[in-house]
């Protein structure tokens, strides 16, 4: 298995998503007045985090934590003939967020795979990053954030995914979004993790 095809398809998907992240507009909410307001601003956010999910995958061995809102959840099972799989794709029509699940053979560490794709990303037009740094979601995370001009923000995380596995989760945004939609990026990778082997019966 070739490490540098597989990187070649991570980045394809990854330059195939920031071309159709756009600019998308949300509407003002009406700022709530006296008690009313912030009750109902808590029920409404009470009502997210219910609306949220946990989503399993058993045969690419994951688990991650659908958000709740506009998020919506697509299961592709797109697979390459180099072993790369995109079993979920997850977009936020609002905002115009989009986070693509890669699940690829162990054929280099999470650190190796964030370097060379940060390599073969600030090889191409308009594209800029920063250097991989350790994540504490797992021993061997790493991530980096990279933009597309001045339109388009990004974020990549790179992370061991069990029984041979790596899971690169790769997610844009439009420069415009609001705060929120980079914070709640960042909660789905930190919900991403391997499934727990069952132990063998004896």
């Known amino acids: 298995m070739d490490a540098r095809r597989l990187l070649g398809w991570g980045l394809l998907a990854l330059c195939t998503a920031c071309s159709g992240a756009k600019q998308a507009v949300r509407e003002p909410s009406e700022p709530g007045t006296g008690g009313s307001g912030v009750s109902a601003r808590q029920q409404s956010m009470a009502s997210e985090e219910q609306a949220s999910r946990r989503y ?3 045969a690419m061995g994951f688990e991650l ?5 506009t ?4 299961q592709t099972d797109e697979q390459t003939p180099e072993g790369l799989t995109i079993p979920v794709v997850l977009r936020d029509p609002s905002s115009g967020a989009q986070v693509v699940l890669q699940v690829a053979p162990a054929v280099a560490t999470p650190a190796q795979f964030a370097e060379r794709l940060t390599m073969g990303l600030r090889s191409q037009p308009g594209f800029v990053t920063s250097e991989p740094e350790p994540l504490p979601i797992s ?3 790493v991530g980096f954030d990279f933009a597309v001009g001045d339109n388009v923000r990004g974020r990549v995380v790179v992370r061991d995914g069990g029984a041979d596995r790596v899971f690169m989760m790769l997610a844009t945004w439009p420069a415009g979004a609001p705060d ?3 914070q709640t990026v960042n909660a789905l990778f930190e919900s991403v993790r391997p499934l727990p082997i069952a132990p063998e019966q004896t």
């Open 180 to 182: 929120d939609v980079a």
């Open 139 to 141: 021993d061997s995370a």
């Open 65 to 69: 934590m659908q958000p709740g809102g």
């Open 56 to 58: 399993v995958d058993e």
């Open 71 to 74: 998020w919506l959840l697509d």
